[in-house]
């Protein structure tokens, strides 16, 4: 059986890991939102260089016919 020392510091120590699982939740909230903010960035780039490749491919084809 506990004593109530006993159970109080069990459960300030589950308070305080509880607390740091929050901090770390909120981290990697964090952490996914800036990914996916850089992931949307990049495919948008990605598509961009898609139709820049596509205009050069298409240029490079024009020229090799003349």
Request: charged share 25%; proline share 0%.
């Given at each position: 059986?506990?004593?109530?020392?006993?159970a109080?510091?069990?459960?300030?120590?589950?308070?305080g890991?509880?607390?740091?699982?929050?901090?770390?939740?909120?981290h990697?909230?964090?952490?996914?939102?800036?990914?996916?903010?850089?992931?949307?960035q990049?495919?948008?780039?990605?598509?961009q260089?898609?139709?820049?490749?596509q205009?050069?491919?298409a240029r490079?084809?024009?020229?090799?016919?003349q």
């Amino acid at each position: 059986m506990l004593t109530v020392q006993q159970a109080v510091f069990t459960v300030e120590s589950l308070i305080g890991k509880v607390q740091q699982q929050k901090q770390l939740i909120t981290h990697q909230q964090q952490v996914i939102e800036q990914l996916l903010k850089e992931n949307k960035q990049l495919r948008k780039e990605n598509e961009q260089l898609k139709y820049r490749v596509q205009e050069l491919e298409a240029r490079t084809k024009k020229n090799q016919l003349q």
